[in-house]
């Protein structure tokens, strides 16, 4: 019970609404908000890598977290490997990550949409043309930025090299 107590009220894991308002007073006090996104299934060191990339490029990072419903239907019925809860909790508890909002559609669209975040980011296997909600962070005035990828780093691979220890 511990475990689902501390999701509860871990101050960095917000509903939508509540992210709107944290963010809205952010960004009159001037600061700049960074969005990216992703399934973050088993949290590696190109992922941690890219998180202190994207806060390094404003003051808060906002990260999307795609729901269980959201991998399965992008992965497959056998991912995640870590339920939404965990996955929130491990990126929660990043040093570069102001606020994790999980989101059930299969793309960020209608969240970056709610949100407006300054500045929109992904990993570098994503053109910047490419990047879901880069047409309304721009309409916006915002910027879009396609940050450095880390080779050979990828929750898949890690699932691929357990499976191969497993034969």
């Known amino acids: ?7 509860m009220l871990h101050d960095k894991i917000l509903s939508l609404a509540a992210l709107q308002d ?12 960074v969005f990216t996104n992703g399934c973050f299934d088993i949290l590696h060191a190109g992922h941690v890598l890219y998180l202190e990339e994207a806060r390094n490029l404003g ?8 729901s269980d419903a959201s991998v399965q239907r ?15 909790i491990v990126l929660a508890a990043l040093e570069a990550v102001s606020y994790v909002c999980l989101f059930e559609d299969d793309t960020p669209y209608n969240l970056i949409k709610a949100l407006l975040p300054d500045l929109l980011v992904k990993g570098g296997d994503w053109q910047v043309n490419e ?17 450095n990828f880390s080779e050979g780093l990828s929750s898949t691979g890690i699932i691929q090299k357990i499976k191969e220890l497993e034969k």
């Open 1 to 7: 019970m511990r475990f689902w107590h501390t999701f």
């Open 22 to 33: 944290a963010l809205r007073s952010h960004q009159e006090q001037g600061r700049k908000v």
């Open 59 to 66: 003051d808060v990072l906002v990260v999307g977290l795609n």
């Open 74 to 88: 992008l992965k497959g019925a056998s991912r995640p490997i870590n339920p939404e809860t965990a996955r929130a």
């Open 131 to 147: 990047i879901v909600g880069a047409d309304i962070v721009l309409a916006c005035g915002g910027q879009v930025r396609s940050l």
